[in-house]
Each structure stands twice: as structure tokens, then as C-alpha cells.
């Protein structure tokens, strides 16, 4: 049963810390992308990859946000300096590079930023 | 700007009972939509999908309806279980097209009461 994981599930954390969040996309998609989830704002796009090439990372706050694919089995979002108004949670998902194909998400991880 | 959203944002039926959960859409360019559900502590499940060349589409016990003349779209759940008690969310995938990124509508919590 293929999934994506996400580590680490929790996370709290001071407001200046560094975070870094990483998720291990499905074996063979080619296509990873990262959400926030807040009450407020919902579900939203923060980056996505295909190929490990970023394509698009407009719905990340660019001076303290950064999303990297080192390698295709492993992303990674980095928050630095990181601020109570990033406490979300923060899902992975990856896909296949097709015009109608569904995304898979992983669980999560909660962010809590004091 | 256009975006995905949801009618209800509670509903609660009788276990057993058939549940119908809406959603509308504005964006007319849009031609692929996922229904997905998301428990308390999980990422968002996949349940079914629909292009915008389909009217209807089942699965097991799920249907979803499409209709584009007046952008809406509709998630039918048969003889409700205790397990179908979640967030519901609507997507439609991005303007570009492809699996670019999927724009999710506020979600609508489903309640299912013994």
C-alpha cells in the first residue's frame, strides 16, 4: 500500500526557529506539491515540483519559505525564520505528471510556532 | 477571482440515510474535479473524481454529479455509515490544467448521527 509519508508529525517550536518539514512522495510520481491548512484560509497551495524542478511557488511567503527536491524521493519545506502565524498544518502530496490525475496526500504535519 | 466553494459547511444525516453534499464552482475553464475527505488527524483521502466531459460518475457507494451548465457540483453518499463522519472538500484543478495544483473549496463537515 503505497503512501506518502511526512515527517515529523508534530512540531512545536519558537518563533525565530528554523523548521524544516520533509515528506517522501508515492515511488514513481513525478509530481510533489505542498499545502497549508489553516481554519481560516483552508486548503492552499504553497509549491509544486515535477521532475524535482520547483514550477511553481507563488502561494509561499518568499524571504522566509523554501521548498527543495534533493533527490526524488525526498522534499523538504523550510521555514526560517519561522513566525506564530505559520502555525498551520502542512501536507505533501504527489501525483503523476497526467491532465487528469488525482494527488495523494500524506498525514500531515502540525506546525505550532509560539 | 474565481474560486471553489461550498454550499453547507455542516450537515448532518441519520446513520443510513443518503447524504448530499454541494459544491460550486465559477471557474468555466476548469475540466477536472476531485472529491476528497479528510478525518480529524489525516490528510485529505482521495474518494472519486470527475472530468468536465462526464455528467456522472459511481463508485462505491459514492456518486458524483456534474453539472456545467450551472457550475455545480454534487457528492451523493449512500446508506451513511458512522466512517463517512468528516470534512468534505471540492477541487478543481488549476486554470493551467494538468495536475498543477488543485483548488480546494472550504470543505463541508458531515455528521453522521446514530
Known amino acids: 500500500d503505497a503512501r506518502v509519508t511526512q515527517t515529523p508529525r508534530h512540531k512545536v517550536t519558537e518563533m525565530g526557529q528554523e523548521v524544516t518539514m520533509r515528506c517522501q512522495p508515492i515511488?514513481?510520481?513525478?509530481?510533489v506539491f505542498w499545502y497549508r491548512q489553516t481554519m481560516m484560509q483552508g486548503l492552499e497551495l504553497l509549491a509544486y515540483?515535477?521532475?524535482?524542478?520547483?514550477?511553481?511557488d507563488s502561494g509561499m511567503p518568499k524571504d522566509r519559505f523554501s521548498a527543495e527536491m534533493p533527490d526524488a524521493t525526498l522534499a523538504t519545506l523550510k521555514i526560517q525564520p519561522s513566525e506564530p502565524r505559520d502555525s498551520a498544518v502542512y501536507f505533501c502530496?504527489?501525483?503523476?505528471?497526467?491532465?487528469?490525475?488525482?494527488?495523494?496526500f500524506g498525514p500531515g504535519t502540525r506546525l505550532t510556532v509560539l | 477571482g474565481e474560486s471553489v466553494g461550498l454550499h453547507l459547511p455542516t450537515l448532518s444525516v441519520q446513520e443510513g440515510d443518503n447524504s448530499i453534499i454541494n459544491c460550486a464552482y465559477s471557474n468555466s475553464a476548469s475540466d477536472y474535479f476531485i472529491w476528497y475527505k479528510q478525518e480529524s488527524g489525516k490528510g485529505p483521502q482521495f474518494i472519486i473524481d470527475?472530468?468536465?466531459?462526464?455528467d456522472k460518475r459511481q463508485g462505491q457507494r459514492v456518486t458524483v454529479l456534474l453539472n456545467k451548465t450551472v457550475k455545480h457540483l454534487s457528492l451523493q453518499i449512500a446508506a451513511t455509515q458512522p466512517g463517512d463522519s468528516a470534512v468534505y472538500f471540492c477541487?478543481?484543478?488549476?486554470?493551467?490544467?494538468?495536475?498543477?495544483?488543485?483548488?480546494f473549496g472550504k470543505g463541508t463537515h458531515l455528521i453522521i448521527q446514530p
Open positions: 470527475i472530468r468536465s466531459n462526464m
Open positions: 502530496a504527489s501525483g503523476f505528471d497526467r491532465s487528469t490525475d488525482t494527488q495523494y
Open positions: 515540483f515535477r521532475n524535482r524542478a520547483p514550477l511553481d
Open positions: 477541487a478543481e484543478n488549476r486554470p493551467g490544467g494538468g495536475a498543477d495544483g488543485l483548488t
Open positions: 515511488l514513481g510520481h513525478n509530481t
